[in-house]
T-cell receptor
Framework: EAGVVQSPRYKIIEKKQPVAFWCNPI?????LYWYRQNLGQGPELLIR????????DSQLPKDRFSAERLKGVDSTLKIQPAELGDSAVYLC??????????FGSGTRLTVV | QKEVEQDPGPLSVPEGAIVSLNCTYS??????FMWYRQYSRKGPELLMY????GNKEDGRFTAQVDKSSKYISLFIRDSQPSDSATYLC????????????FGTGTQLKVEL
């Protein structure tokens, strides 16, 4: 069975440009998470979905970040416009409700 | 002050050594304690999971939790070069929406 699939693996963009990341969770996992991992730091939660509903987006910078999980499966995280400080690894994870996580390999974003 | 503190290392040990990795935390609500291993350019993968205080052993790995001291440890016996990775402690609590709070990670290198 495929794990959590993320694309692209790497992205380099100029500041003020938009960028989007895509995540396909493990089949049957109803909970999906987006985490951001800055260099030398642990991951920090941006948003959590239960099926298609965003149930915790308190840490998502809503002025420039948006996310969606249509049909409760795949998810997209968008940044518009990107800032230099957004350079990080964006990790997607999925789980059954209150279950253990499986993380994807992440998208490494560099904003120049 | 961060909720979870972890010595970032780097930690370099010879093959076969016993490795001790530690985290302290401030939120007494944490009940579930995990250790993740993260190889370079990969997402974190769950290594050990412990509920409340006590010890748990799995092969060469032992996790310890001391809730009275708000201190958790991971011991690796007979360390191997393949153990070279970043080790992240993570914690959560019932009612927390399965959100994980991570330490900064300790970078470990096991040398031949």
């Amino acid at each position: 069975e495929a794990g959590v699939v993320q694309s692209p693996r790497y992205k380099i963009i100029e500041k003020k440009q938009p960028v989007a990341f895509w995540c396909n969770p493990i089949s049957g996992h109803n909970t999906l998470y987006w985490y951001r991992q800055n260099l030398g730091q642990g991951p920090e939660l941006l948003i959590r979905y239960e099926n298609e509903e965003a149930v915790d987006d308190s840490q998502l910078p809503k002025d420039r970040f948006s996310a969606e999980r249509l049909k409760g499966v795949d998810s997209t995280l968008k940044i518009q416009p990107a800032e230099l400080g957004d350079s990080a690894v964006y990790l997607c994870a999925s789980s059954l409700t209150d279950g253990g996580y499986t993380f994807g390999s992440g998208t490494r974003l560099t904003v120049v | 002050q961060k909720e979870v503190e972890q010595d970032p290392g780097p930690l370099s040990v010879p093959e076969g050594a016993i490795v001790s990795l530690n985290c302290t935390y401030s939120n007494s609500a944490f009940q579930y304690f995990m250790w993740y291993r993260q190889y370079s350019r990969k997402g974190p993968e769950l290594l050990m999971y412990t509920y409340s205080s006590g010890n748990k052993e799995d092969g060469r790995f032992t996790a310890q939790v001391d809730k009275s001291s708000k201190y958790i440890s991971l011991f690796i016996r007979d360390s191997q070069p393949s153990d070279s990775a970043t080790y992240l402690c993570a914690m959560s609590f019932t009612g927390g929406g399965n959100k994980l709070t991570f330490g900064t990670g300790t970078q470990l290198k096991v040398e031949l």
